[in-house]
């Protein structure tokens, strides 16, 4: 576990929510992309499932899930198998779908950990996948102020790398946004809350009473994902002022 990637270590103990701004903001960002019953809805990475879960409940007309981890995949599977919902082992910066085959592309906590030529293959790959008026929705880490000086910015993404072992690379709001731009989308909503991922509040809110108990008893039993989570919380409290959780709606 020493070595595992930080967004590895809480699934491990237990969470199940990974998302910078927690259920709250997920919540916001399905709203403001606007599921509808007419809409194919393809999913980056869905991990334990728990968008997947709300996007279900929203009743689209059809739901893929590209996850990279077969085993990951292989779990969803047994849930969202079925007529027009499917769980399907694949890249997000490279699909086999069909273009301009979905409505609405959703990828959470995912760009942020990508180097520079990896978040714009992706989102290049949401555009491919969108049909003309189509809404792409993401939800990352953020930094502010939108003029916050490069080497606060260099500090900061340093310090979550080593915490995390692996490249973390939050961006301002503007940042954000204009990487979409560049990807072919226009920005029609944003939003941005606290990044209190690893607070025990929020991990109440997140995961309720029964298994925020069992995450606490895994941290006591798991002496080092013990260490890795209290050195993430460090950077994340260190920086508090500067992170956040944003979410972004775009239009193509």
């Known amino acids: 576990m020493a070595n595992q990637p930080g967004y590895a270590v809480p699934a491990e103990i237990g969470k199940r929510v990974l998302r910078p701004g927690g259920t709250e903001l997920t919540h916001d960002l399905l709203e403001a992309v606007r599921i509808t019953s007419a809409d194919d809805v393809v999913e980056f990475a869905p991990g334990t499932g728990e968008t997947a879960r709300e996007i279900a409940a929203l009743g ?3 739901y ?3 996850e990279r981890d077969r085993e990951a995949a292989a779990t969803l599977r047994n849930e969202f198998s079925g007529p027009d919902r499917e769980i399907v082992v694949g890249d997000a910066a490279g699909t086999d779908r069909r273009a301009a085959s979905a409505d ?3 990828g959470e906590a995912m760009l942020t950990m ?7 293959a992706i989102m290049a790959e949401a555009n491919r996948l969108l049909r003309p008026g189509g809404r792409y929705g993401i939800h990352e880490l953020g930094l502010v102020p939108d003029d916050l000086d ?3 910015k260099a500090t900061i993404r340093e310090d979550l790398t080593a915490a995390t072992k692996v490249p973390a690379r939050p961006r301002t709001g503007t940042e954000w946004a204009s990487l979409l731009e560049e990807a072919g989308f226009s920005v029609t909503w944003r939003s941005t809350s606290p990044m209190r991922l690893l607070e025990p509040t929020r991990v109440l809110d997140d995961e309720g009473v029964v298994r925020t108990l069992a995450i606490a008893y895994n941290l006591l039993t798991h002496p080092e994902a013990r260490r890795r989570l209290r050195s993430m919380r460090r950077v994340f409290n260190r920086h508090g002022n500067r992170l956040r959780a944003i979410a972004i709606v775009a239009e193509k």
Do not use: F
């Not at 990508?114 to 714009?120: I, L, S, V």
């Open 114 to 120: 990508q180097p520079e030529d990896g978040t714009a």
């Open 104 to 106: 609405v592309v959703v």
């Open 150 to 152: 490069a080497d606060v």
């Open 64 to 66: 893929t899930g590209i």
């Open 60 to 62: 689209p007309n059809s």
